[in-house]
């Protein structure tokens, strides 16, 4: 009796592992599908727009630092470490 009480746990414990298995790949099957991609970037000239603000903001803090630097060579400032 105890010997098939262990067996029928066992089969539950299996069967619980399996169903959260399919639950988990369905889930990674529904991220990847092209409607939910869609969806995430619906509006494309956004993500698009965002992209070339960040690119031309970054071109600027560079700008901005390499001239700080070019200032700071000319007015002495900046320590000269090779001799």
Do not use: H, P
């Not at 169903?19 to 099957?29: G, N, P, R, V």
């Not at 690119?55 to 070019?70: C, D, H, T």
Request: charge should be positive.
């Amino acid at each position: 009796m105890n010997k098939q009480k262990d067996k029928n746990n066992n089969n539950k414990e299996k069967n619980k592992k399996k169903y959260i298995d399919t639950i988990i790949l369905d889930a990674i099957k529904n991220v990847f599908k092209k409607d939910t991609i869609k969806n995430i970037f619906k509006n494309d000239k956004i993500v698009f727009l965002t992209n070339i603000v960040t690119y031309i903001m970054f071109a600027i803090i560079v700008y901005l630092m390499q001239n700080s630097i070019v200032q700071e060579i000319k007015l002495g400032q900046r320590n000269n470490t090779c001799k």
